[in-house]
């Protein structure tokens, strides 16, 4: 039997459990007294309420007291117990929300400070990194600003909101909550979450380790998504992180010709270096409006791994940082794109009944509506097993990989869940993974593979097959002719 018991007031919980005062005095405890009468006190509340027990109870003792079997007292002891921890907790909660409220430190001043234009900017302490800050009003009032934390030297943090036009400086407790999945990194992806002034609505917010100190010496950030927007776009593609002088030029191009035929209209990539090829590549891209550049110059500050996971080699954060550039990249385009595609450049999400993303997606809402995460299981395209179809000659001296000479995919492993990656609608998420989200508003759906797949093209995972054992999937060719079309014209401005 489950009771669902409602919280109620002291007067209520007075009158529920009669307490004398002096019970309610040794539950309480009183300060300076001696430790021995400390121990003493749970048992004599005990005998005083049973003495009481009998007087002014509350009405619905009768339904206790069937309850109970005649041992109400006991019963309604336990009552009184489970409800005053409960409010003794909800007040340490309403006190936590009260230490985090902003509160004016000084007035009468102009709002003023240099303002950072970097992507990744160092805090004094050099532990902690601010990437950007962004309003989100979801559940309450608050600045989210992302960043990179290291998991335990980073303890408090404020946030500085100078609130114009009268200059009044406020200082709010930070909550900060260093994600999840950091795969054993001492560094990680974190929010440090502010809440906002009631009267004010910020442009600007300062990061500080410290509630007192100069506002004026402190890096201005500017909190992006303040105003609401009308949609731009239906689909932006995050891409992070290229990095390790990426040339994988053809296969780029291709993919980024599939994004535009299956409906993307912007691709969203943090850049750490790739080659001088690949740079006037991103630039025709730029030019075009598809393509916008975020700069991730994140070796500058950590050492970085290409790895996913932590392999004890004195590295700070994983695979160039890329959880906490696919969270960034979600709240920059929350406000501006009706669904945002997680995944990488060598991943194309290929529908199998639907000619594009934007009817196959029209699809899957309506058959699971209230979901926010759509996730799509990967399928490895092995780039050493090719076909001599489409061995255009053109491409030979393009580096990279013609991904429509590679149309057979590895089976199924046995026992191995196949990563999965994402479209989401980024009003519903608060923090993500690469394969999965933290948390979330809505629910996630794994789509059937009948309806969707990612094609990736890549080196094999199951080397060792032979070409039978591969599964013959040719539904890339379905877009040869607007593809090959599409590649030549690009070619022909940046490369050849």
Same mark, same amino acid.
């Given at each position: ?7 109620? !007031?002291?007067?209520? *919980?007075? &009158?529920?459990?009669?307490l /004398?005062?002096?019970?309610?005095t040794?539950?309480?405890? #009183? +300060? ?14 005990m ?13 619905h ?16 002891a ?12 909800? !007040?340490?909660?309403? *006190?936590? &929300?009260?230490?985090?409220? /902003? ?8 709002? #003023? +400070? ?7 900017t ?43 036009p ?12 260093v ?11 974190a ?18 380790q ?30 992070s ?31 750490n ?6 740079e ?35 590295t ?33 999400i ?14 899957l ?8 995460v ?16 489409f ?7 393009v580096p990279?990989?013609?991904i ?10 046995k ?16 923090q ?32 060792n ?22 590649v ?9």
């Amino acid at each position: 039997m489950v009771w669902n018991i409602p919280l109620v !007031s002291w007067g209520q *919980l007075s &009158r529920l459990c009669p307490l /004398p005062t002096s019970c309610a005095t040794l539950l309480l405890g #009183r +300060g300076g007294e001696k430790q021995h009468e400390k121990q003493r006190r749970p048992w004599r509340c005990m005998r005083q309420h049973k003495l009481q027990g009998q007087r002014n109870l509350h009405p619905h003792l009768d339904t206790f007291k069937m309850l109970c079997g005649g041992k109400k007292s006991y019963f309604v002891a336990a009552v009184c117990v489970i409800i005053l921890t409960s409010m003794v907790t909800l !007040s340490y909660l309403r *006190l936590q &929300r009260f230490s985090h409220l /902003p509160k004016i430190i000084q007035e009468g001043s102009r709002c #003023r +400070g240099k303002t950072t234009n970097s992507t990744i900017t160092a805090l004094k302490d050099n532990r902690t990194f601010i990437i950007s800050p962004y309003f989100d009003d979801r559940e309450s009032k608050v600045t989210r600003v992302i960043g990179i934390v290291h998991h335990e030297d980073v303890k408090q943090l404020y946030c500085w909101f100078c609130c114009p036009p009268d200059g009044k400086i406020y200082v709010s407790k930070a909550k900060i909550d260093v994600h999840s999945d950091r795969f054993g990194f001492p560094y990680g992806a974190a929010d440090i979450v502010c809440l906002e002034p009631e009267n004010c609505d910020p442009t600007h917010v300062s990061i500080h380790q410290s509630p007192r100190g100069n506002i004026d010496q402190l890096p201005r950030f500017e909190i992006k998504n303040r105003k609401a927007e009308t949609f731009s776009v239906d689909f932006t593609v995050c891409i992070s992180a290229m990095f390790g002088n990426y040339n994988n030029v053809l296969q780029f191009i291709q993919s980024m010709e599939m994004y535009k035929i299956l409906g993307v209209q912007k691709v969203v990539i943090y850049k750490n270096n790739c080659s001088h090829l690949m740079e006037k590549v991103l630039k025709f891209y730029v030019e075009e409006g598809t393509v916008e550049i975020i700069p991730w110059p994140i070796n500058s500050h950590l050492k970085v791994s290409s790895k996913w996971h932590f392999m004890q080699d004195g590295t700070h954060i994983g695979y160039y940082g890329q959880i906490t550039a696919l969270n960034d990249c979600i709240y920059r385009n929350m406000q501006r794109s009706k669904f945002v595609v997680l995944n990488d450049a060598d991943e194309i999400i290929l529908p199998l009944k639907h000619p594009d993303w934007k009817s196959m997606m029209s699809s899957l809402q309506e058959q699971n509506p209230g979901t926010g995460v759509f996730l799509f299981e990967n399928h490895i395209f092995p780039e050493t097993i090719s076909t001599h179809m489409f061995n255009i000659s053109s491409w030979n001296t393009v580096p990279g990989v013609n991904i429509l000479q590679h149309v057979h995919r590895e089976p199924d492993r046995k026992d191995v869940l196949n990563p999965k990656k994402m479209i989401i609608d980024p009003r519903k998420v608060i923090q993500t993974s690469v394969h999965s989200v933290l948390r979330a508003y809505g629910n996630s759906v794994n789509v059937p593979m009948d309806v969707a797949l990612i094609y990736h093209c890549r080196v094999p995972l199951q080397g060792n097959l032979p070409r039978e054992s591969l599964i013959r999937d040719t539904t890339l060719w379905r877009y040869n002719l607007s593809l090959v079309m599409n590649v030549n014209k690009v070619l022909s401005q940046t490369v050849l």
